[in-house]
């Protein structure tokens, strides 16, 4: 059926059919790319039909390359590659920029790369989409609801793309949205800048303090005794604690890391490091700082 198919889309273009000609429901190219056909795409392509054309607004005015890097398996690479070859802006932008929030006038839809970066499984196909746009220097700096390729990839858990956009020249310290800050992007790379000023409900703190906000907006698995959770919360529980506890070592108060609303009061004895509560001195003091304390400079 696919090759009857195929024969008669090239039979029609051959006697003159023009691919640019119908957009109801879509222009075929799209059609094409959303069915994964490498082989249709590629024909249409030297056949004229043009990838640089996006959908209605009523339609989040996506462009061919955006359904591309969307696609699962090994043909999203592939038919990417095709239409960056087609196509003068990879960075071109839909019209979703207004799915959750009121639009910010400094930032716009999602690119391609945000697409690719968002993917939450089919991570290694995901990453070579990511390493082609790149390759054809697409943007790592625009901004979606927030986040960069960068923090998106992140979220998604998508190492292989976090490290293509680290080769590429993903800022890790590029200022995100206030929905977002730079937690993520601190978290994910040694070289990005943990005390960079970040947004915290109308003030401004650090990636600590956002991850404590953040935390704390899960009221019931932030205030609810231990003994109380299910086995899930409980682990959820943990696996908050833990991420804290990775990000607060040795920034501001020594001992919860936090610093907004916080006043510090350095160590009564070496006055080389600052708590912003006795109980959190006397923590930290039982936990490593009595051995640190005594052992001088």
């Known amino acids: 059926r696919h090759r009857r198919r195929l024969k008669t889309l090239n039979l029609l273009l051959q006697r003159g059919a023009d691919p640019n000609r119908a957009r109801v429901p879509m222009p075929v190219i799209f059609l094409a790319v959303m069915a994964a056909d490498s082989e249709v795409v590629r024909t249409l392509i030297l056949s004229g039909a ?6 209605p607004k009523a339609k989040k005015g996506l462009y061919p390359l955006h359904i591309a890097a969307a696609l699962p398996g090994p043909a999203g690479p592939r038919i990417t590659e095709m239409l960056l070859h087609t196509i003068v802006d990879p960075d071109a932008r839909a019209c979703d920029q207004d799915d959750v929030f009121e639009p910010d006038e400094k930032e716009g ?3 391609a790369l945000h697409i690719a970066c968002q993917r939450e499984s089919d991570h290694e196909n995901a990453s ?21 390729p960068l923090s998106l ?12 956009l680290l080769k590429g020249g993903a800022d890790p310290n590029l200022p995100l949205g206030p929905g977002v800050g730079s937690a993520l992007c601190a978290l994910a790379n040694i070289n990005a800048d943990m ?7 109308g003030a401004v703190g650090t990636a ?13 698995i932030a205030r609810t005794p231990f003994h109380a959770l299910n086995i899930q919360e409980r682990k959820i529980l943990k696996a908050r604690q833990q991420l804290l506890s990775m ?12 610093s907004l609303s916080v006043k510090l009061i350095a160590c009564s004895h070496c006055h080389r490091v600052f708590y912003c509560s006795r109980s959190c001195k006397l923590k930290a003091w039982d936990e490593r ?7 001088g400079p």
């Not at 070579?128 to 960069?148: F, I, K, N, P």
């Not at 990000?247 to 936090?258: A, I, N, P, S």
């Not at 009595?290 to 052992?295: G, I, P």
């Open 208 to 220: 600590v303090d956002y991850a404590y906000s953040s935390f704390n907006q899960d009221t019931y």
């Open 289 to 295: 700082h009595k051995l640190e304390c005594m052992s």
């Open 247 to 258: 990000m607060v070592d040795l920034l501001f108060c020594y001992q919860c890391g936090r």
């Open 109 to 111: 839809g999602r690119t």
């Open 50 to 55: 043009r990838c640089d054309t996006p959908l």
């Open 153 to 164: 990839a992140i979220a998604s858990g998508n190492d292989l793309a976090v490290e293509e």
């Open 195 to 201: 005390l960079m000023p970040v947004a915290v409900g």
């Open 128 to 148: 070579e989409v990511v390493a082609l746009l790149l390759s054809h220097r697409a943007s790592t700096d625009l901004l979606w609801r927030g986040h960069s």
